[in-house]
Antibody, heavy 120, light 110 residues
């Protein structure tokens, strides 16, 4: 069974750094793209970026680029989303999701979400 | 980048059918067959219900169907059930910046 298990909720202050994780199991981790998706309070889903753990190729949505870093450690089947200096506007639920496979771009398996709360 | 355009809300009665549109451009929906749809109940994890415009993953009810015409993709739900009440999002590959979600549509089953 494919599973994505994300790290727990975080409460931080503006300016602090943070790294959240998404651990995959039940499949060959380094052969499927992993995406990160943001949902701000009361808002819709937003695409942030995606990584291919096999070679760490990473693609960011231009409007988000520079605001965070996506990485992966295939030796422990884990993808990461990290910030060097959080802002209050980073308060959101962050989901990781695994590519369905094949030529398309759809995501069938999702982590449970990580709530990040950043105080001003 | 601009999100794909979806109606903010749609509604229907149990047993009825509804359609949710997702409008993009000839750089995303119009250019690729990589449109997917997600059902998101509040407090839960998004669920893939349609991929590659019109395909259903295993286990998804055949009451859900997808299509595309030009720059607009559509999700249809037939035989509405109370449990269909949720937010629905389209997602498309784009030539310029990877992938982009629609703004989301709240489906209310009256």
């Amino acid at each position: 069974e494919v599973q994505l298990v994300q790290s727990g909720a975080e409460v931080k202050k503006s300016g602090e750094s943070l790294k959240i994780s998404c651990k995959g199991s039940g499949y060959t981790f380094d052969t499927y793209w992993i995406a990160w998706v943001r949902q701000m309070p009361g808002k819709g889903l937003e695409w942030m970026g995606v990584i291919y753990p096999g070679d760490s190729e990473t693609r960011y949505t231009p409007s988000f680029e520079g605001q965070f870093t996506i990485s992966a450690d295939k030796s422990i089947s884990t993808a990461y989303l990290q910030w060097s200096s959080l802002k209050a506007s980073d308060t959101a639920i962050y989901f990781c999701a695994r590519h369905r496979g094949g030529n398309g771009w759809s995501f069938e398996h999702w982590g449970q979400g990580t709530l990040v709360t950043v105080s001003p | 980048q601009s999100a794909l355009t979806q109606p903010a809300s749609v509604s229907g009665s149990p047993g009825q059918s509804i359609t949710i549109s997702c409008t993009g451009t000839n750089s995303d929906i119009g250019a690729y067959k990589y449109v997917s749809w997600y059902q998101h109940h509040l407090g839960q994890v998004p669920k893939l219900i349609i991929y590659d415009v019109s395909n259903r993953p295993s286990g998804v009810s055949d009451r859900f169907s997808g299509s595309k015409s030009g720059n607009t993709a559509s999700l249809s739900v037939s035989g509405l059930q109370v449990e269909d009440e949720a937010d629905y999002y389209c997602l498309s590959y784009t030539r310029t910046y990877g992938l982009v979600f629609g703004g989301g549509t709240k489906l209310t089953v009256l």
